[in-house]
C-alpha cells in the first residue's frame, strides 16, 4: 500500500512516502516513514514525550458495533500502529482498553528491531496499564519469552493486599504506585521516566487520553481518520469533563486504499508558542 504525502510543503509535499515493493513495504520506505514519525525525546523540561494514538471514523467514532477499534482500523493505521510501537519506550493503555482489545506483552518485528537497538531500547516497549483497581487483564499477564515487560500503573487505594500480589506477579519494578486514591497520571509518567522509560505512546481509551490531555502531558496526536460513519452510542476519541488544547498539524498522509483513509500527526501547541 503507498501512502501519499499531503503536508507540509517543507517535507517536499505532495509526493508518494512508504510505497510498497513486491506486495511489501521495502526497507527504504519503511525508513522514510519512520523519519516521518520520529519520536523524539522529550524537551528538558519535560519527563517525557507522549505521543498518543487513536483512529476514530469520519462520524467521530472511536470504537465499532464490536466495542473495539479493530472493526474501523484498516491495513494502513495498522501499519503506522506497528511502527509508532517500534519507535516507543512504552505503551501506555487503560485497563478497560486492554482487556476490550485483548492487550498482552508486546513484541516488535525483526524488520523495525535494528532501530530500537541503535537507539539503546529494549528489544520490544514495555506495557503499562493504567489501573486505579489493580486489577490486570490475564492477557498482560501472560508472560511472553519475546515479549516487552508489563508494569502495572496504579494507586494506593488499591490496598496493600492487591499491591502485593501485583508485586510477586510482575516485580517490584513492575508496579508504579502513583496517587493516593486515583492515579497521579503526572507522577505515573515521571517514575516511567525514571525506569527510562520517556518515548510514551499512549494508546487510550478515550477516558485516559482525555484526562493524559489535561494533565498536560500530552505533546502529540498521531489520529487516522477512517472512510467510515458508524453512528450508534460508542465512545468519542476523548471522553470526560470538557477540556481545550491547540494543536498544529505536523504532516498529513492519505493512504491509497480505495478509501481514502488519512493519516495525521498533530503537535500540541504550548502556551507562549508561536
Known amino acids: 500500500m503507498t501512502l501519499r504525502l499531503l503536508h507540509p510543503p517543507s517535507l517536499g509535499a505532495p509526493r508518494e512516502v512508504a510505497p510498497a515493493a513486491g506486495g511489501a513495504a521495502s526497507p527504504d520506505a519503511e525508513d522514510e516513514l519512520a523519519a516521518l514519525y520520529a519520536h523524539d525525546l522529550p524537551e528538558p523540561a519535560r519527563d517525557a514525550r507522549v505521543r498518543a494514538n487513536l483512529v476514530t471514523t469520519l462520524d467521530g467514532a472511536a470504537a465499532g458495533d464490536d466495542g473495539s477499534s479493530r472493526s474501523i482500523s484498516g491495513p494502513a493505521d495498522l501499519r503506522v500502529l ?36 541503535a537507539l539503546g531500547q529494549a528489544p520490544a516497549p514495555a506495557l503499562a496499564v493504567v489501573t486505579r483497581s489493580g486489577r490486570l487483564p490475564d492477557a498482560a499477564l501472560a508472560r511472553r519469552d519475546d515479549g516487552g515487560a508489563v508494569l502495572a500503573v496504579t494507586c494506593e487505594s488499591a490496598g496493600e493486599d492487591v499491591l502485593g500480589r501485583l508485586r510477586a506477579a510482575l516485580g517490584d519494578g513492575g508496579v508504579v504506585v502513583a496517587g493516593d486514591d486515583d492515579v497521579d497520571l503526572a507522577a505515573a509518567v515521571a517514575a516511567l521516566a525514571e525506569r527510562g522509560l520517556r518515548r510514551v505512546l499512549c494508546e487510550g481509551g478515550p477516558a485516559l487520553l482525555r484526562d493524559v490531555a489535561a494533565a498536560g502531558l500530552l505533546d502529540e496526536l498521531c489520529l487516522t481518520t477512517s472512510p467510515l460513519l458508524v453512528a450508534g452510542d460508542g465512545p468519542r476519541a476523548l471522553v470526560g469533563p470538557a477540556l481545550t488544547a491547540h494543536l498544529d498539524l505536523a504532516s498529513l498522509l492519505l493512504a491509497d486504499d480505495g478509501g481514502g483513509t488519512l493519516l495525521g500527526r498533530w503537535v500540541v501547541r504550548r502556551p507562549g508558542s508561536a
Do not use: K, W
Not at 84 to 89: M, N
Not at 93 to 109: D, H, I, M, N, Q
Open 82 to 117: 506497528v511502527l509508532l510501537r517500534s519507535l516507543a519506550d512504552v505503551v501506555l493503555v487503560g485497563a478497560g482498553t486492554a482487556r476490550s482489545e485483548g492487550y498482552g506483552p508486546l513484541r516488535v518485528r525483526a524488520s523495525l528491531a535494528a532501530r530500537r537497538s
